[in-house]
């Protein structure tokens, strides 16, 4: 009878179920204890009380959601065959650079250097600052978007290779590229 | 901002910002925590337990489109967490009779007496809870002192709701036979 007074009390019973289980419940004295200690017992549940957090729950809920996102997000950090292809075409890039600058007319360059008063050592060494300032900026760069130390080594290994083939104009191509920098 | 819905707070986490999740956390702190007390019958473990929920909650937040209410995805995290803690190690009970260290904190009652009773009233209810199967003691736990209705517990355990009526039905009877000793008392 107890699942019955339970479905009565969820209100789960059609109409005409439920008028028969009142007129039942007000003839019978078992079946009407049963329903009011039933109620009793739900009443003695419902005065469980909530219980308080401690009161730094929230703070520290908050310090361990921060230090796990400060461990999910070290830097989307990029796949090793990207990081080779972006060192290499930065290495591209620079190698096209210094070509460029070694193939300006140096007619140019004699006048800038005499407009610009220094002498042609001078220049040369100004201009071996800047390329290795440039060279330096192209590794941040590189290290930035990718793997650091092989983006650096391709860097350096083309430069290297340009450098050799370009042989003894090197020094007057340092002079130009720095001019142009400036 | 006064009582921002849930679902701004949500999204406003989800873009990065902590303070509208500590809002989320302070909202709903007090049932968590109350729902693993209660499951669990150890304030230290229902600490430990809330705070994993919320984590949880937070690391899902990614994936999470609301669809149906955010409270009944959270108490849907807080059960399976609950469910996890309850495997390892079973809901604590103190012996029947036992009078001793009663629930730690009770609100209300200035006259001692009284409120000792109150207290030692509070732990016999939670230790015949105690006494059901975890998945009764989840259904009484979120109808009768969570306030969900069979539909929301349904959901919240992904059960049909005929199951959960009838551990629910199973659970009431239990605990009118656990708890008579109090109603005798409560009507003497
Ligand atoms: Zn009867």
Redesign the pocket.
């Known amino acids: 009878?107890l699942d019955g007074v339970q479905r009565y009390e969820d209100g789960d019973l059609p109409q005409e179920r439920r008028v028969e289980i009142e007129r039942?419940?007000s003839?019978?004295?078992?079946?009407?204890v049963?329903l009011a200690q039933l109620r009793s017992t739900v009443a003695l549940i419902e005065s469980l009380h909530e219980v308080d957090t401690p009161p730094e729950f929230t703070a520290n809920v908050l310090e361990a959601v921060r230090s796990e996102r400060s461990i999910e997000q070290p830097a989307p950090s990029v796949p090793w065959p990207v990081g080779a292809i972006l060192g290499i075409a930065g290495a591209v890039l620079s190698a096209v650079i210094v070509t460029l600058a070694l193939s300006i007319d140096l007619s140019a360059v004699a006048e800038w250097t005499t407009v610009l008063k220094p002498s042609a050592v001078a220049a040369t060494h100004l201009g071996r600052l800047l390329l290795e300032a440039l060279l330096v900026g192209l590794g941040a760069l590189v290290q930035a978007m990718g793997k650091p130390a092989l983006g650096l080594l391709a860097v350096d290994i083309v430069l290297l290779a340009v450098l050799l083939t370009t042989g003894r104009h090197l020094l007057k191509g340092r002079a130009v590229f720095g001019m142009v920098a400036v | 901002m006064p009582c921002e819905p849930d679902d701004v707070l949500i999204q406003r986490t989800q873009v990065g910002d902590l303070t509208a999740f500590g809002t989320i956390v302070d909202r709903y702190r007090t049932r968590i925590y109350s729902l693993a007390y209660r499951m669990l019958g150890d304030r230290d473990r229902a600490d430990d337990v809330a705070q994993e929920v919320f984590i949880r909650v937070y690391k899902a937040l990614g994936t999470y489109r609301m669809c149906g209410t955010f409270s009944t995805w959270l108490f849907a995290i807080a059960v399976n967490v609950c469910t996890d803690a309850l495997r390892q190690k079973p809901v604590a009970t103190t012996p029947i009779d036992s009078s001793e260290g009663g629930p730690a904190h009770e609100s209300g009652g200035t006259d001692p007496h009284s409120a000792y009773q109150r207290s030692e009233m509070q732990e016999r209810i939670q230790n015949a809870m105690g006494r059901l199967p975890d998945q009764q003691r989840l259904i009484i736990a979120l109808i009768h002192l969570q306030g969900h209705s069979y539909e929301e517990v349904a959901q919240i355990m992904r059960q049909p709701i005929g199951t959960v009526k009838s551990h629910a039905h199973r659970a009431r009877a239990r605990l009118k036979t656990l708890l008579a000793p109090c109603m005798e008392e409560d009507t003497r």
């Open positions: 009878m039942h419940l003839e019978c004295e078992n079946c009407s049963e």
